[in-house]
C-alpha cells in the first residue's frame, strides 16, 4: 500500500476548506483517509489563519514512506 500526503476537499460554495491527509494512493480524492494531519484555508481573513499542520504527525508517515503531492510539499515549505 502506498500512502500519499494530499488535500481534501470540504466546505461550502465559495468558502473552500482544505484538509491535508494521509491516504492510500489508490482511494479517491474525498473518500477513506489513514489520519488527518492539518487544514488549508485560502478565504481565511488572517494569513495566520490560512495554514495549520500537525508536523509531528506529518514527519512520522513521511519516515515510514508516505509521498506528499506536489501541492502539499509547496504548501509545507511555506509553513
Not at 482544505?18 to 492539518?38: H, N, P, Q, V, W
Request: proline letters at 4%.
Amino acid at each position: 500500500m502506498a500512502v500519499k500526503i494530499r488535500l481534501s476537499l470540504q466546505g461550502a460554495k465559495k468558502t473552500p476548506i482544505y484538509f491535508i491527509i494521509a491516504t492510500d494512493s489508490m482511494s479517491c480524492r474525498d473518500g477513506d483517509f489513514l489520519e488527518k494531519l492539518g487544514q488549508y484555508q485560502p478565504k481565511a481573513a488572517k494569513p495566520s489563519d490560512k495554514l495549520t499542520v500537525n508536523r509531528e504527525a506529518v514527519a512520522k508517515w513521511i519516515a515510514k514512506g508516505a509521498q506528499t503531492t506536489r501541492t502539499v510539499g509547496q504548501l509545507l515549505n511555506i509553513k
